[in-house]
């Protein structure tokens, strides 16, 4: 468990973390996904959180290996990949999500979303939080113009959070038999 001083340190999540009203979301770096692929202890060491038993969500496990790559390849995609969801509370800050962008927005000022909160920590309103604060972010900049995401149809949840955070249905399928969804400015 990170100590006192961890915490108060920041772990290191340097000046590039959003804050919402419970959340901060640390854009996470190839050092954070590769102490998150080394096992919760060490992300909690480099994060300076509690991490759940219940870590990493589901949907979550298998990409971390192609996010080190990715920004190892390209630092400057920092921001444009996932974020660390933490409570930010004083004395016991526990990471409660993962989610982000696929990578930098592409020729058209499109970013695509995804997102997961660990079940001990859902129905909390985290994702709503962190979704929003993430679009926010994302559409600040110029060079995007679009933020899409998708999800099942069996995840009413999720779509729920889309929709409280102001996208609407994308018309055509995905080809996937996922729901396909937009937010633009």
Known sequence: MPTQDARAAGGGLGRNALETPRLRLVPASARHLRADVAGRKTLATALGVDVP????????????????????RNPASV???????????LHSSMLVGFGGFGGPPNEVGRV???YAVVPSHQRRGYATEAVGALVRWA???????????????????????????????????SGTGMLRFECCE
Do not use: M
């Open 53 to 72: 038993r219940d870590w990493p969500p589901d949907l979550v496990e298998a990409d971390r290996e192609a996010f080190v790559h990715e920004l190892e």
């Open 79 to 89: 921001g444009w990949l996932p974020w660390y969801w933490l409570t930010n509370a």
């Open 112 to 114: 695509t979303l995804s």
């Open 139 to 173: 559409l600040s900049h110029d060079t995007v113009r679009v933020v899409d995401a998708e999800t099942l149809p069996s995840l009413a949840a999720s779509i729920a959070v889309l929709e409280r955070t102001g996208f609407t249905r994308a018309p055509g399928e």
